[in-house]
């Protein structure tokens, strides 16, 4: 095989991947929100150092592909917004990882 063909099929399952994810603020909310069970959105705004308004379109991005859900409860008269993956949000991070790790591994 011609190494142009190699490389060809090697990125293959960049086609594939899931385009929500992908983009660099949602990937990194989406991994920050794989390893806890869930967190509010100061804890996230804090831990990405993203704006308010810009966390807030991203979740809402997240939200509207079904790998987000968003809770609003009040604590003591205080608003407060609980985000956790959902279980189709653990799967497909979990398909997007698998698809970047088999073009890294192809290399």
Do not use: C
């Amino acid at each position: 095989m011609a190494k142009q063909e190699i490389d060809r099929e090697n990125l293959q399952p960049l086609t594939e991947i899931d385009r929500v994810i992908h983009e660099p603020a949602r990937l990194l909310l989406v991994a920050t929100l794989s390893v806890v069970e869930s967190a509010d959105f100061l804890f996230l705004m804090n831990q990405t150092k993203l704006t308010r308004g810009n966390l807030s379109s991203h979740l809402s991005k997240l939200e509207a592909a079904g790998y987000v859900e968003i809770k609003k409860e009040f604590v003591e008269k205080i608003p407060r917004t609980l985000l956790r993956l959902t279980e189709e949000g653990r799967n497909a991070f979990l398909e997007y990882r698998q698809k970047m790790q088999q073009v890294l591994d192809s290399f």
